[in-house]
């Protein structure tokens, strides 16, 4: 409970690390604790207690589940947490524990299924960040509306006397929640990117009339025109939360910056693009008890920005996140003495195409791309005016492309973005979570 407490008034109270070395220490004091009171109670990692971290295992997502039952401190069996987690998804009953962890399970965008764990101990750190850093008054009653594909009892943590919490399940659809939403009338509105704009259109057409302090996205890419329109229909700026089944890796600053939660996650970087310094997240959580997390790469792509934020904070601030390492797309080059000669590839950011849909003179309501190895970008577009839009993204891609020195694959076009039906049928998730921009190779 001290180091809850603790946590709340650094996160809400106290001004960031303002140093590198600042970080550097307090990371440092982290390490040192998880392998004095961690390390030792797992059978996995206790061998490496004493050992640098470059000689730790490299861990992901199908090692973390393969390796569940010897990695986690409480003495679970995979088996038996899968077994909790599933009947859970089946029932929607999300309270059964086992002992006093709480499990859930995560698909994420990969489609591959993962674990997480949380203790009393765990949850009441997580709490205290939360409301340390987006509860609007910390001592006046809130309200606060929780969209997600399944609850936990680490987001239930928030509830107390003076925080009444609503969890809205997605697996109901969004159309379903509005009458209860309007009657909740939450101060804090916290959802998915594509959630949050389905209400954002629900309150700009008059179903929906609520008036939140504070809206949070999280679980999904939260992309620029999604923010503006989120922004517009709530009258209020968009906060991010960048969590994953591993944990709280970035959090907006009051600045409005997304900030990497170097506090307590220490990240190493797997450079994917030397240009931007795009990267993937090799993360060490310095909090996590019941599942550790070491040495754990993440596949999404993080773009860093080197400036200084205006908020103080030290802490790596973050551009964008780009998706996942295996949709990131790439063009051959072209070699500029001879028209049309491949010279090798080079990566297209997502936000270059972000910006052909964007800035397209017809008006686009959602897209999906997909690119087939390097060989074709199929692009379905929802548009009320079909033919115009095709030459309009066709052009500013085209445009891109010479920018980019590359050559633009041949393009096909599609219309209309499949129900949310066949999405899920094909990912096996009833909510899936929303990929704009998909590689097949």
């Known amino acids: 409970m001290i180091e809850a407490i603790n946590t709340l008034i650094a996160t809400r109270y106290l001004p960031p690390p303002r140093t590198r070395a600042a970080i550097d220490r307090l990371q440092a004091q982290g390490f040192a604790r998880l392998r004095r009171t961690v390390m030792p109670r797992s059978p996995f990692y206790a061998p490496f207690a004493d050992q640098p971290v470059a000689r730790w295992p490299q ?64 949850r009441r750190l997580w709490a205290a960040l939360m409301m340390g850093r987006f509860m609007p008054q910390l001592w006046r009653r809130q309200r606060v509306a929780f969209f997600l594909r399944a609850n936990n009892p680490l987001y239930e943590t928030v509830r107390n006397p003076l925080i009444a919490f609503g969890f809205y399940d997605l697996l109901r659809g969004i159309d379903a929640h509005i009458p209860a939403l309007n009657h909740q009338n939450p101060t804090v509105l916290i959802a998915p990117a594509q959630v949050l704009t389905r209400l954002a259109g629900a309150q700009t057409a ?31 700026p968009v906060a991010q939360i960048y969590q994953c089944t591993e944990g709280v890796l970035a959090l907006t600053c009051k600045a409005g910056s997304l900030h990497l939660n170097e506090r307590y996650v220490h990240f190493g970087r797997d450079v994917v693009d030397t240009a931007t310094g795009a990267f993937c997240p090799i993360i060490t959580d310095l909090r996590r008890q019941t599942l550790p997390i070491l040495n754990y790469r993440l596949d999404d792509v993080l773009v860093p920005d080197p400036t200084p934020c205006a908020c103080g904070s030290a802490a790596t601030r973050i551009t964008r996140i780009e998706g996942r390492a295996d949709d990131m797309v790439y063009w051959h080059t072209r070699n500029s003495g001879t028209a049309g000669t491949e010279t090798g590839l080079i990566y297209v950011p997502a936000d270059i195409l972000r910006q052909a849909v964007a800035t397209a003179t017809a008006p686009i309501d959602d897209y999906r791309m997909q690119q087939i190895r390097q ?11 079909f033919n115009a839009a095709c030459v309009s993204v066709q052009a500013n891609l085209q445009r891109a492309a010479e920018a980019l020195g590359a050559q633009l694959p041949p393009l096909t076009f599609s219309h209309g973005i499949p129900p949310p039906t066949q999405d899920q049928a094909r990912g096996g998730d009833p909510a899936p979570k929303r990929r704009r921009v998909t590689v097949q190779r």
């Open 59 to 122: 861990m992901n997502k199908a090692r973390l589940m393969e390796h569940f039952s010897q990695i986690n401190t409480a003495g679970l069996t995979r088996e038996e947490a899968l077994h909790l987690t599933l009947q859970a998804e089946a029932s929607r009953d999300f309270t059964p524990m086992i002992g006093d962890v709480a499990l859930g399970l995560s698909t994420g965008t990969s489609g591959q299924r993962g674990l997480f764990a949380s203790n009393r101990a765990e």
């Open 375 to 385: 060989d074709t970008l199929h692009i379905t577009l929802d548009t009320p005016a």
């Open 206 to 236: 008059g179903h929906l009339h609520i008036a939140p302090q504070q809206v949070i996205s999280v679980a999904e890419v939260l992309s620029p025109e999604d923010e503006i329109a989120i922004t517009r229909a709530f009258e209020r």
